[in-house]
């Protein structure tokens, strides 16, 4: 079983050192960036969704951990935001480490973070995937997730 924990400040450094650098790949892949763009596109992104790090205002990082171990096995970082009048949250990132992955950790995952949705007062959940992701893609549709818009491109 999975629970979420709020980031502490050693694992919000810890996440800020890889994640900015593993967005920038996804930002290459998806979109074309040379790793220079990406990098300074990704940095930027960090920047101002957050400003004051965990202290930012509607923004929720958690540390997910295994409560038979009682060890970190990914992380939860989500936003709370408002469609019109109608609140949800909005997923920027979620991630398992690569040893807890194919256990059905994901779909727990998922659940918990609808539960903290509903904590919330949210009424929905949002997130964005590559199509490149073909492992997320998955995983969000069976968890009820419909698709809202899609972009494609043509190499030619």
């Known amino acids: 079983m999975l629970e979420l924990k709020k980031m502490t400040d050693t694992e919000y450094s810890n996440y800020m050192k890889s994640s900015v650098d593993k967005y920038a790949v996804e930002k290459q892949k998806g979109e074309g960036l040379t790793e220079e763009n990406a990098l300074k596109l ?73 539960s903290e949705t509903r904590r919330l007062g949210c009424v929905s959940i949002g997130l964005h995937v590559y199509g490149h992701n073909a492992v997320a893609v998955a995983l969000y549709e069976k968890s009820g997730f419909e698709t809202t818009s899609r972009m494609m491109k043509k190499d030619l």
């Open 42 to 114: 990704a940095q930027d992104s960090y920047i101002k969704l957050l400003p004051q790090g965990l202290e930012t205002p509607e923004q929720f990082l958690f540390s997910v951990f295994d409560i038979d171990s009682n060890r970190p096995v990914g992380i939860l970082w989500m936003a709370k935001k408002l469609n019109g009048v109608k609140p949800y949250t909005f997923i920027y990132d979620i991630e398992l480490n690569s040893e807890s992955r194919g256990k059905g950790l994901g779909k727990e995952l998922m659940q918990l973070a609808e």
